[in-house]
């Protein structure tokens, strides 16, 4: 089976209080494909510059993603830097530069367009449609955002979400979109909008899963180890729609141990800098610490 992400593949600058790194590989689609490797084939839509380093596409070839629809541009590559203070919940985004994003529009070829497993990652929602526009009867098409496009493309995101099956937002984003509180009415809310599925990051408390049929929440990965939450959404994303690509069902069951791959996925991304961690990942690795979770949770 075959997933298709779209995002940024982005150089990211990210200081914590156990150190800074310069211009690392990062990017939606990049952390979310460190995880979706493990259990699916792995095609990459992006766009970077010329300055990106070539030793980072000889790293994505290594780790089995496919890049034929990796499209490089004259100018610069899309870059964020950012700060963790405190608990290392939110970042402090101190530079932005879109650089050769800001007039990207995705090119996928015509196997491609019919994989059917999709994800949109982190990106604006005008490119994020361009992408489902191109792609022939998917079966699930998840999609994340962010903040920044729920306040300043608001309408474009909800013509969006009519179209997808799955959206996955962190607690403040679900709130702000849904003007809900109450992070169950969010859920309800934002399950009106279209998609069927809705997922709540909740950071160190866990996820929230919401559809018609049943609401189900997961805590976090029990952890002190805490370098870098730089990417744990997008890998959290990335082992979630991963599992559920292999196992090709979707009923309760797969649904829940999905959100349990998806979060032990993300508890590996945190314990280092950028991709230091989830990139030497395997999938033994993630299912002896699953085992390890579910005998602290109850399910």
């Known amino acids: 089976m075959s997933i298709i992400v779209l995002g940024t593949v982005a ?26 490797r493990l259990f699916s084939k792995v095609n990459l839509v992006a766009i970077i510059g010329e300055d990106f380093p070539p030793r980072h596409i000889d790293f994505l070839h290594k780790k089995g ?7 490089k541009e004259k100018g610069k590559t899309f870059k964020w830097e950012g700060e963790y203070k ?24 015509r196997e ?21 526009k191109l792609m022939h009867s998917p079966r699930v098409i998840g999609l994340d955002s962010m903040n920044y496009w729920i306040n300043h493309k608001p309408k474009p995101l909800l013509r969006l979400l009519k179209k997808v099956d799955i959206y996955v937002a962190n607690d403040q984003e679900a709130r702000a979109l849904s003007q809900e509180n109450n992070l169950i009415k969010a859920a309800k809310k934002l399950r009106s909008f279209g998609p069927e599925m809705v997922l709540i990051k909740k ?43 292999r196992a090709k069902k979707i009923n309760e069951k797969n649904i829940k141990n999905a959100l349990a791959y998806g979060t032990v996925a993300a508890s590996f991304n ?19 610490r699953l085992l390890k979770f579910k005998k602290s949770v109850i399910f």
């Open 11 to 36: 150089l990211d600058t990210v200081k914590t209080p156990f150190g800074e790194r310069k211009h690392m590989l990062g990017g939606s689609a990049v952390h979310f494909s460190m995880s979706a």
């Open 86 to 109: 405190g608990d290392l919940n939110a970042a402090l985004t101190l530079n932005t530069e879109l650089g050769v994003l800001s007039a990207f529009s995705p090119r996928v070829s």
């Open 203 to 245: 950071g160190e408390h866990g996820v929230l899963f919401y559809c018609d049929k049943f609401i189900f929440s997961l805590p976090a990965y029990p952890t002190d180890k805490v370098i870098d939450p730089t990417g744990a959404g997008d890998t959290f994303a990335g082992g979630f729609m991963g599992y559920l690509a």
């Open 65 to 71: 993603v496919i890049l034929t629809s990796l499209i």
């Open 270 to 288: 945190i314990e280092d800098f950028g991709l230091n961690r989830t990139s030497k990942l395997t999938l033994n690795e993630l299912q002896t």
């Open 112 to 132: 491609q367009r019919k994989i059917k497993y999709v994800f949109l990652a982190n990106v604006d929602p005008d490119i994020q449609m361009d992408l489902l």
